[in-house]
T-cell receptor, first 111, second 115 residues
């Protein structure tokens, strides 16, 4: 079983829709949770970062962490065609610098 | 800043050949990471360095893979001999700090195809 599970999709939504992306994990030592966005043929770029449990909002993006359920989410409001990309969740323990990534969810927002 | 620079951007080689991938991290970053991305396995950490010293190479798949960081501004990932199953996109990333916020900046990647 993988440490981090993420539905690869693909996920296709109309412009303006609310998008929900999710990851589950098995390692209770994970304390830092991140979402990366990767456009086609580009490297991943950090989108959101959260420490431990709770919510974090940045513009149209909201990240949620539920450590009791070992479940994290990324919500995109008023989705735009420019949001079309692959979204990868990533997690890290307190010690060390190793990130463990989900396999990514491919999102397409249709105009 | 130009960001993380990787070369070559594309590499096509034949099985058995030596492949060398290059990376220039962002100036001032202390950490450098090498990743491999495939459809089957996603993004996998191969090795990372702190201040030019390899810290964790547990992700290196086998002895055919080696990585070096001779100075703070240059790193190489070498595959010798290459095999078709090594075909993937290889990313280099660098990070300025360790601890509470792990912000890794990725390069554009090298697309490797081994025939």
């Amino acid at each position: 079983q993988k440490e981090v599970e993420q539905d690869p999709g693909p996920l296709s939504v109309p412009e303006g829709a609310i998008v929900s992306l999710n990851c589950t994990y098995s390692n209770s030592a994970f304390q830092y949770f991140m979402w990366y966005r990767q456009y086609s043929r580009k490297g991943p770029e950090l989108l959101m970062y959260t420490y431990s449990s709770g919510n974090k909002e940045d513009g149209r993006f909201t990240a949620q962490v539920d450590k009791s359920s070992k479940y994290i989410s990324l919500f995109i409001r008023d989705s735009q065609p420019s949001d079309s990309a692959t979204y990868l969740c990533a997690m890290k323990e307190t010690s060390g610098s190793r990130l463990t990534f989900g396999e990514g969810t491919q999102l397409t927002v249709n105009p | 800043d130009a960001g993380v620079i990787q070369s070559p951007r594309h590499e096509v080689t034949e099985m058995g050949q030596e492949v060398t991938l290059r990376c220039k991290p962002i100036s001032g970053h202390d950490y450098l990471f090498w990743y491999r991305q495939t459809m089957m396995r996603g993004l996998e950490l191969l090795i990372y360095f702190n201040n030019n010293v390899p810290i964790d190479d547990s992700g290196m798949p086998e002895d055919r893979f080696s990585a070096k960081m001779p100075n703070a501004s240059f790193s190489t990932l070498k595959i010798q001999p290459s095999e078709p199953r090594d075909s993937a996109v290889y990313f280099c990333a660098s990070s300025p700090i360790r601890g509470s916020q792990e912000t890794q900046y990725f390069g554009p990647g090298t697309r490797l195809l081994v025939l």
